[in-house]
């Protein structure tokens, strides 16, 4: 099983990159996806997820808005399509991958079994 996100880099204040992740190794049609961020000298926090079933989606505060997170139509690709960028956005963003996970516990990176390399958003003002 592999996550691999792509679509990092350098953007300005108000650019508005996307993020993808692609999963491989089985079928994630079921499982929640999600997207969490880690800032230099921060713990890493969690920023938007989406249901397999149903595929309700949920916010971070900080990014409700702004952040648009959707899946693709086989299910084992997961964006993150961003706009509005704020130099406090910088951050390595993880996609990350869950079964069973509940709905209360979308925000916890604990529930997410697998986990991408990260894709660094640097974003200057």
């Known amino acids: 099983v592999q996550l691999q996100a792509f679509g990092g880099g350098l953007v300005q204040a108000g650019g508005s990159p996307r993020l993808s992740c692609a999963a491989s190794?089985?079928?994630?049609?079921?499982?929640?996806m999600g997207w969490f961020r880690q800032a230099p000298g921060k713990e890493r926090e969690f920023v938007a997820a989406i249901k397999g079933s149903g595929g309700s989606t949920f916010y971070a505060d900080s990014v409700k808005g702004r952040f648009t997170i959707t899946r693709g139509n086989a299910k084992n690709t997961v964006y993150l399509q961003m706009i509005s960028l704020k130099p406090e956005d910088t951050a390595v963003y993880y996609c990350?991958?869950?079964?069973?996970?509940?709905?209360?516990?979308?925000?916890?990176?604990?529930?997410?079994?697998?986990w991408g390399q990260g894709t660094l958003v640097t974003v200057s003002s």
């Open positions: 990350a991958a869950g079964s069973r996970v509940i709905n209360t516990a979308v925000t916890m990176s604990r529930v997410y079994q697998f």
């Open positions: 190794g089985r079928t994630f049609r079921s499982d929640t």
